[in-house]
């Protein structure tokens, strides 16, 4: 149906953003090895980054719609929550790309970050629908 479609479109993104912050974290790595990953396409880490940041914005985007239209119940909501584990891996990423020497955690505390706002919001999602669909409808 059109909403499972719609619902899908913002949980492929987060999984995409998981895909995408690898590949940006391996950036120096793939360029010399000469693969041809989208962050080296679009050809520079700061416009990766950016594309990264606005296919999420646009996924945020999207849910609040897809609420506003009943597309997702009101409870969907709870998943702009996530934007508090957001922003601070924008800033941790921003400061990733930009310089040379990293923490030994650093690589997999910004995956997993950006894993959770995916895990978090499909939770949320799938809760929410089934809030609605089971207990709310007779």
Wanted: with cysteine.
């Amino acid at each position: 149906t059109t909403r499972v479609i719609l619902i899908s479109i913002p949980i492929a993104i987060f999984t995409v953003a998981v895909l995408l912050v690898h590949a940006l974290m391996d950036y120096d790595f793939d360029k010399k090895s000469g693969k041809m990953t989208l962050c080296i396409l679009v050809g520079s880490k700061t416009a990766a980054l950016n594309i990264i940041f606005a296919l999420m914005i646009i996924a945020y985007a999207m849910t609040l719609w897809m609420i506003g239209t009943g597309y997702l119940p009101l409870e969907v909501g709870a998943s702009f929550g996530t934007l508090v584990i957001m922003l601070p891996l924008y800033k941790r990423m921003a400061n990733y790309i930009s310089t040379k020497t990293h923490a030994d955690n650093d690589f997999i505390t910004n995956f997993g970050l950006t894993r959770n706002i995916g895990t978090i919001y499909c939770l949320v999602v799938a809760a929410s629908i089934f809030i609605e669909k089971f207990l709310f409808n007779s």
